[in-house]
């Protein structure tokens, strides 16, 4: 499926081919992974219906959403997202476990689940034994202590978080999140209470993001930001 790459060149390609030459890993902190999250919301602010992304994605959604998980290390979800989506292995598909291969990645990507209150969802993901997983609880869930675990015992270079919005917040909180992956889906849902990208208070002051690309294609958008720190908005 092609997607028009409308900032900043105006190049027409595919989502594989959006993410040529990214390497999130590469450029990795010492003490921990690289982070992007990655999130679907729709024109008015809502990342979920009836408890799920599903209703909000476009079939070029889907082909972005692929593209992302085909070029990291690891796999975040928070607990309310593991439920609401049901999450089986991250890579079913064999041709995209080759392409991570090919890449110099493992064919799976290591699912990481983070749990404070140790309340870890009963999901396929977890079950399956071609699945490699890591749980963590407590204290060692704590977003710093978390991804150092991640990058001294597991070598993981590069997380890729797909919310929801209480785990973006923690992470945002902890000063870890590198790039953030927007994408704006072409609808209206409304609807109380809201389920914004991030949850809690606002954030005082707030943080800026520098646009890197955005692309376009069956009227959604997908923006890609760098999180400019020690800088107000």
Not at 145 to 155: D, K
Request: proline share 8%.
């Amino acid at each position: 499926m092609a997607l028009t790459r409308v900032f900043p060149d105006g190049a027409v390609l595919t989502a594989q081919e959006a993410f040529d030459g990214w390497d999130p890993g590469a450029g990795a902190p010492a003490e921990r992974p690289a982070v992007a999250l990655n999130m679907v919301a729709s024109v008015d602010g809502r990342t979920a219906l009836d408890g799920a992304s599903a209703g909000l994605s476009v079939p070029a959604d889907r082909e972005v959403f692929h593209a992302l998980r085909g070029r990291v290390d690891a796999v975040l979800a928070g607990t309310g997202t593991l439920r609401a989506e049901r999450y089986g292995r991250l890579v079913k598909d064999a041709g995209r476990r080759a392409a991570r291969e090919a890449r110099g990645l493992a064919a799976d990507p290591l699912a990481v689940v983070l749990s404070r209150s140790g309340d870890v969802p009963d999901v396929p993901l977890l079950a399956d034994p071609a699945q490699p997983s890591v749980v963590l609880t407590g204290e060692d869930a704590a977003p710093d202590a978390a991804l150092a675990r991640l990058r001294a015992q597991h070598g993981v270079r590069s997380l890729l978080c797909e919310g929801g919005p209480t785990l973006n917040r923690g992470l945002l909180d902890a000063g870890v999140v590198d790039e953030l992956f927007v994408t704006l889906s072409p609808l209206l849902a409304g609807g109380e209470p809201p389920s914004p990208l991030l949850a809690g208070a606002r954030i005082d002051p707030p943080t800026r993001l520098e646009l890197t690309w955005a692309l376009e294609a069956q009227s959604a958008f997908f923006l890609r930001y760098r999180v400019v720190r020690g800088s107000a908005a």
